[in-house]
T-cell receptor
Framework: GAVVSQHPSWVICKSGTSVKIECRSL??????MFWYRQFPKQSLMLMAT?????????EQGVEKDKFLINHASLTLSTLTVTSAHPEDSSFYIC???????????FGPGTRLTVT | QKEVEQDPGPLSVPEGAIVSLNCTYS??????FMWYRQYSRKGPELLMY????GNKEDGRFTAQVDKSSKYISLFIRDSQPSDSATYLC?????????????FGTGTLLAVQP
């Protein structure tokens, strides 16, 4: 099946700093990628839909100025958590949609810990 | 009320048992139903994908969708310790690039050898 990678897999940062997470589709082009967040023992919650070459669409309650999304190419979307706080500590997962198979493929996730 | 309800478990069964995992939902617009398996500290992987009502079988796994009751199930036959993971149901109203998934909370399954 198609492969989606995320980098880094685990990051620890200090409160107030910014962190960038990359999501790459390795063997297919993805015009659409999705960013999810998963808190411990909770479900995955969609944060935003990232479309190549256009602005991301954010879900209600997600601050677009805090979670900056850039989808500059057909194989790369980035999520930047700006001015991170401990409550932003979570598991961030991206998915990429493959138009040839009509399936979404999940990345392995990035665990963010803000101290 | 959450759009998708799933019993978080944990569910502990002996090896070889038949496992039944379930989700209920409230949005009648959901047409696409999926089950994902997630190992600890890993991203989810797709197990089963069903469109509309009916049954789908793949090896030891069977997915059932009852749209009239807004109820979906995943059955695992001859469960193995390697099946121990969190199982997430997910659903969406549309396919393709607008496939925004709504997830259940996940059920933690432990298969005891």
């Amino acid at each position: 099946g198609a492969v989606v990678s995320q980098h880094p897999s685990w990051v620890i940062c200090k409160s107030g700093t910014s962190v960038k997470i990359e999501c790459r589709s390795l063997d297919f082009q993805a015009t659409t990628m999705f960013w999810y967040r998963q808190f411990p023992k909770q479900s995955l919650m969609l944060m935003a839909t990232s479309n190549e070459g256009s602005k991301a669409t954010y879900e209600q309650g997600v601050e677009k100025d805090k979670f900056l999304i850039n989808h500059a190419s057909l194989t790369l979307s980035t999520l930047t958590v700006t001015s991170a706080h401990p409550e932003d500590s979570s598991f961030y997962i991206c998915t990429a949609w493959d138009s040839t198979t009509n399936e979404q493929y999940f990345g392995p996730g990035t665990r963010l810990t803000v101290t | 009320q959450k759009e998708v309800e799933q019993d978080p478990g944990p569910l502990s069964v002996p090896e070889g048992a038949i496992v039944s995992l379930n989700c209920t939902y409230s949005n009648s617009a959901f047409q696409y139903f999926m089950w994902y398996r997630q190992y600890s500290r890993k991203g989810p992987e797709l197990l089963m994908y069903t469109y509309s009502s009916g049954n789908k079988e793949d090896g030891r796994f069977t997915a059932q969708v009852d749209k009239s009751s807004k109820y979906i199930s995943l059955f695992i036959r001859d469960s193995q310790p390697s099946d121990s993971a969190t199982y997430l149901c997910a659903m969406s109203a549309s396919g393709g690039a607008t496939n925004k998934l709504i997830f259940g909370t996940g059920t933690l399954l432990a298969v005891q050898p």
